[in-house]
């Protein structure tokens, strides 16, 4: 089956700094890359999707400027989590569509934990 | 509306049975149908797909089955044994749009 690999799979930061989340599709190109959020016992919570080269589409609610996510390549987004709050504490998951199926492969997700 | 509806919450079966999940869903012009298995502390895997050209499709132990008239599709899991224990979830598509994801069922399988 396809990889994605995320990166980090755990990261401890302090309120106020900034984390970056890693997601690269390792055996195919991905035009498109999508990053979830998943509350403990809970479905994935679409944040937005991220296209090769433009701008990502963010879902309702969720705050442009707080999540910044840039898809550089057709093999890498980074999600950016900027001025962490507790409240940013979850898990975070991305997940990469191939160019050719459309299937969606997800990457190992990353725990944000925010002090 | 939620797009794809997915139940049971959660399920306890005996090894050796047959586990069976099921969704519905809303939109017929989704043309796509996948099943993930999750384990705790991991992202989703993409366990087995439908379109509906088919009404059934089988990979080893298991089985979706797709019924386009009723808008349902479920998974089978045959001879379930305590390592599928996990939580599945199904979702939905058009092709190139994004994926609709039912609320998930907890499988636990009792040995």
């Known amino acids: 089956g396809a990889v994605v690999s995320q990166h980090p799979s755990r990261v401890i930061c302090k309120s106020g700094t900034s984390v970056k989340i890693e997601c690269r599709s390792l055996d195919f190109q991905a035009t498109t890359m999508f990053w979830y959020r998943q509350f403990p016992k809970q479905s994935l919570m679409l944040m937005a999707t991220s296209n090769e080269g433009s701008k990502a589409t963010y879902e309702q609610g969720v705050e442009k400027d707080k999540f910044l996510i840039n898809h550089a390549s057709l093999t890498l987004s980074t999600l950016t989590v900027t001025s962490a709050h507790p409240e940013d504490s979850s898990f975070y998951i991305c997940?990469?569509?191939?160019?050719?199926?459309?299937?969606?492969?997800f990457g190992e997700g990353s725990r944000l934990t925010v002090l | 509306q939620q797009q794809v509806k997915q139940s049971p919450q959660s399920l306890i079966v005996q090894k050796g049975g047959i586990s069976i999940i099921n969704c519905a869903y809303e939109n017929t012009a989704f043309d796509y149908f996948p099943w993930y298995q999750q384990f705790p502390g991991k992202g989703p895997a993409l366990l087995i797909a439908?379109?509906?050209?088919?009404s059934e499709k089988k990979e080893g132990r298991f089985t979706i089955s797709f019924n386009k008239s009723a808008k349902q599709f479920s998974l089978h899991i045959m001879d379930s044994q305590p390592g599928d224990s996990a939580t599945y979830f199904c979702?939905?598509?058009?092709?190139?749009?994004?994926?609709?994801f039912g609320s998930g069922t907890k499988l636990n399988v009792k040995p």
């Open positions: 439908i379109r509906p050209d088919v």
């Open positions: 979702a939905a598509n058009t092709r190139f749009n994004k994926f609709y």
């Open positions: 997940s990469a569509r191939r160019q050719n199926t459309g299937e969606l492969f």
